[in-house]
């Protein structure tokens, strides 16, 4: 299975862009959903999740500005990310836990956002 993003590029500071992460095929015994990030020099964080439920957990730092949701029959997830700042510059990953299986990981999508 694996899992494609899209959706980065390159925007000016107080824009918007929407990451796409489509899986090759659907995924069972799903825990959970997410978008991670890394900027350069910086350790891989949590950005975004959702779990089974339909909750949602975001990072304080982006919260009220980008939003999480998913399509279960597709196995996507997507990242709906407003009024971004030229910190939110990173390459954004995907990420699917499973119950008792490894993660997935997306390949990665850069966003870049200039001031």
């Known amino acids: 299975v694996q899992l494609q993003a899209s959706g980065g590029g390159l925007v000016q500071a107080g824009g918007s862009l929407r990451l796409s992460c489509e899986a090759s095929?659907?995924?069972?015994?799903?825990?959970?959903m997410a978008w991670y990030r890394q900027a350069p020099g910086q350790e891989r964080e949590l950005v975004a999740r959702?779990?089974?439920?339909?909750?949602?957990d975001y990072a304080d730092s982006v919260k009220g500005r980008f939003t999480i949701s998913r399509d279960i029959r597709k196995t996507a997830v997507y990242l709906q990310m407003n009024i971004l700042k030229p910190e939110d510059t990173a390459v954004y990953y995907c990420?699917?836990?499973?119950?008792?299986?490894?993660?997935?990981w997306g390949q990665g999508t850069l966003v870049t956002v200039s001031s």
């Open positions: 095929r659907r995924i069972s015994n799903i825990r959970s």
């Open positions: 990420n699917v836990a499973r119950l008792s299986l490894p993660n997935l």
């Open positions: 959702i779990i089974v439920s339909g909750a949602t």
